[in-house]
Every structure is written in structure tokens, then in C-alpha cells.
């Protein structure tokens, strides 16, 4: 199953980027979108409505300011939507993440940090770990990998102790 990334603006990639060198790391097809809530708002429809039927499993909706645009797309399918509050305004992004997070019962964005990308790839690529071993495999190494990361961090900290 494909993952799909829509995000409100173009101006939004410079964060995606994060997330997309996560999929392509764990060699996760995916499409990515310029579809925004507000301004083409037929296609956040006809791009939800349709995205099950296109092999997609997760949809990642990623969006600034009023970010109408995860909770319009979970509005129209049953797939997972993540959403992905961008940093964009003069509000620090915090505009973003409560107009995400803040979605009424029935209609669930599992919202992620501001301008969390990388979390948002890692919790798409989690669902679609659910019926898929490879990938879930992948995970495992994953955890394991930035756990030995930490520790060798500690290790050479522990090695430069005496002289900071
Ligand atoms: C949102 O408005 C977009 O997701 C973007 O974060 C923000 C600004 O968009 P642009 O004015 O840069 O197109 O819809």
C-alpha cells in the first residue's frame, strides 16, 4: 500500500522534505500533493474520496495557519489520516496544531508535532507494518539502530567527562 503526503502550499515541502527521506529509507511508495482545504477544495475531496480505491493506506495531511486540511480529508474516507501541523505563521504553529488536534468525535487526525515530518512518515509507515513484515521488520532494526545511536553518544560523553 502507497502513502499518501497532501500538503495545503508548496511552502510546506522545506519540512515534508524530513519525512520524505524517512519513506524513501524505508523504501515506502508514496505520492505527494499540493491540495489545500481552503483554496481547491474539490480536490481534497475528490483526492479522499478516491484514495482507498488507489492503494493508498494512510493519508498525511500537512498544512499552516487555519489547518482545515487533515480534518476536510478524514472528513471524506476511512483511511488513517495523520496530520502534520507546519510552522508558517506569526503564531509559532501553534494555530496549525490546535486547528488539527481540536477535531470533533467521529472524525479522528492522529495530529503529530509542529513540523513533526519525520514522526508523521515513521506513524504511516507503522500502520501500513500492520499487514506488512517486511516493513515491520524494518522497525525493529529502526529501534534498534537509534537506540545504539543514544548509547554511543553516552559512550563518547562518558569518554570526554573530565574534560568539559
Ligand atoms: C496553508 O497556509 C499552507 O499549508 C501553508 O502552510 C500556509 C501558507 O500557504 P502559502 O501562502 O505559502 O501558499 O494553507
Not at 481552503?38 to 484514495?51: I, L
Amino acid at each position: 500500500m502507497k502513502i499518501a503526503i497532501i500538503m495545503g502550499s508548496d511552502s510546506d515541502l522545506p519540512v515534508i522534505k524530513k519525512g520524505i527521506s524517512v519513506l524513501k529509507k524505508f523504501d515506502v511508495p508514496f505520492e505527494i500533493r499540493v491540495i489545500s482545504a481552503h483554496r481547491t477544495p474539490s480536490e481534497a475531496e475528490d483526492f479522499a474520496v478516491n484514495a482507498k480505491d488507489r492503494g493508498f493506506g494512510v493519508i498525511i495531511g500537512a498544512a499552516g495557519k487555519a489547518a482545515h486540511l487533515a480534518g476536510v480529508l478524514a472528513a471524506y474516507t476511512t483511511l488513517p489520516v495523520i496530520g502534520l501541523p507546519i510552522k508558517s505563521s506569526t503564531m509559532d504553529g501553534l494555530d496549525s496544531l490546535l486547528s488539527m488536534v481540536q477535531m470533533p468525535k467521529g472524525i479522528p487526525v492522529a495530529t503529530v508535532a509542529i513540523d513533526g515530518a519525520e514522526n508523521a512518515a515513521l506513524l504511516a509507515i507503522q500502520i501500513l507494518a500492520l499487514s506488512d513484515k517486511v516493513l515491520a521488520d524494518k522497525l525493529l532494526q529502526y529501534k534498534i539502530d537509534i537506540a545504539n545511536e543514544v548509547i554511543e553518544k553516552d559512550k563518547k560523553l562518558q569518554a570526554e567527562i573530565d574534560n568539559l
